[in-house]
């Protein structure tokens, strides 16, 4: 069966005033299915409210543009309240309720990327919300929800009728939210773009990685996740997972060109991306990025907490570690060809620069 790699643009699933929600649609985006991964997108204009809810998949949310309030409730804990912005990772595990607010003018928009084994479907995020029309409660009747509440008729008809608006709504003007607490943000989240850098290539790119080791909480959700930083008219080191994980990338900035060699030495995609698109490399194979003049930025989960990688070029490639007999061996070419081979690349590591 032949593999679509095509990156895809998230569709719009409902929303209204107060904004809306994307996701990628599994059909469209076949890989998906076949790696049981999720991902959807939250866009709330000013005083957007997206209502407590909660998912039946784990995920890692990153914060793409704007700023505003996010509460999460994990099983059985209070409820932390955390100010987000640009650059915001945060862990959310099987389990946690979560809600989001927007009192700023710019639009807030969050990424959701998650494992999607254990969902009633494969590929996509289903969400119950606590309230509105579709709220689990709407489904019980009166008698049910009076007893659990320990509240009268009257009340539980307001309680479970008074909202109408699915999801998301536009909240008044001066509408008091809860205030966010700075000692709530510590162990929940991460902000990818003031995180100490783990690479950083003088005119190739940078990264930051999300592993158990800044954010412990990532190890409950079962995922890995960094923010690529690629320069101007640089490259990608040709790269695979080397633990059999999945790697899911967003384009978060920029525009570039990627090549994905899979089974056989196939060029299975060959595409230029840009911002908003989502792309998914099958276990084992091997993808390439070079940017555009403006640069390229992505966010990527990989299918474990804590991933290991291996790139195929540059000096920390498996080709400095092989021996030279057997590289010219397996390549079938002269001795001059071999050293000319094996001299090239010897400082640089994951990132390249544009050639002079």
Same mark, same amino acid.
């Given at each position: 069966m032949e593999l679509d790699l095509t990156p895809k643009l998230a569709k719009k699933v409902y929303g209204g005033d107060g904004g809306a929600y994307y996701a990628w =649609?599994?059909?469209?985006?076949?890989?998906?299915?076949?790696?049981?991964?999720? !991902?959807?997108? *939250?866009?709330?204009?000013?005083?957007?409210? !997206?209502?407590?809810?909660? @998912?039946?998949? !784990?995920?890692? !949310?990153? %914060? *793409?543009q704007g700023s505003g309030v996010a509460g999460i409730v994990l099983p059985e804990k209070e409820e932390k309240v955390l100010a987000i912005k640009k650059g915001d990772s945060i862990a959310l595990p099987f389990g946690v309720t979560t809600w989001y607010y927007n009192k700023e003018d710019t639009e807030l928009a969050i990424l959701f990327l998650g494992d999607t084994s254990k969902a009633h479907k494969a590929g @996509?995020?289903?969400?119950? @919300? *606590?309230?509105?029309?579709?709220?689990?409660?709407?489904?019980?009747?009166?008698?049910? %929800? =009076?007893?659990?509440?320990?509240?009268?008729?009257?009340? %539980?008809k307001a309680l479970v009728g008074s909202q109408t608006a699915n999801g998301i709504v536009k909240l008044a003007p001066g509408f008091k939210m809860p205030e966010p607490k700075k000692e709530h943000y510590n162990g929940m989240a991460l902000n990818c773009e003031e995180a100490p *850098?783990? %690479?950083?290539?003088?005119?190739?790119?940078k990264v930051v990685l999300l592993n158990t080791k800044n954010l412990p909480l990532v190890g409950e959700v079962g995922l890995g996740a960094d923010l690529v930083r690629l320069n101007g008219g640089a490259m990608c080191s040709p790269g695979m997972s080397c633990d059999s994980a999945l790697q899911v990338t967003y384009i978060v900035r920029g525009s570039g060109r990627v090549q994905v060699v899979g089974i056989d030495g196939k060029r299975v995609l060959e595409t230029t991306v840009k911002a908003g698109n989502l792309f998914i490399v099958p276990r084992f194979f091997v993808v390439s990025k070079i940017s555009d003049a403006d640069g390229l930025d992505w966010f990527s989960i990989i299918t474990t907490p804590n991933p290991i990688f291996t790139h195929l070029a540059g000096r920390t490639s498996v080709w400095k570690a092989l021996s030279p007999q057997v590289l010219q061996a397996s390549f079938n070419v002269p001795e001059d060809v071999e050293k000319k081979f094996s001299s090239m690349r010897k400082a640089e590591e994951i990132f390249f620069p544009p050639p002079n």
């Open positions: =649609c599994p059909n469209e985006l076949p890989m998906l299915r076949e790696g049981n991964i999720g !991902a959807s997108k *939250l866009v709330l204009e000013k005083n957007g409210f !997206a209502m407590p809810r909660y @998912s039946d998949s !784990a995920k890692v !949310a990153y %914060v *793409l @996509s995020f289903t969400d119950f @919300s *606590l309230t509105g029309p579709t709220g689990i409660f709407t489904g019980f009747s009166t008698e049910f %929800v =009076c007893r659990a509440w320990d509240l009268d008729e009257t009340t %539980v *850098l783990d %690479v950083d290539i003088k005119g190739g790119g």
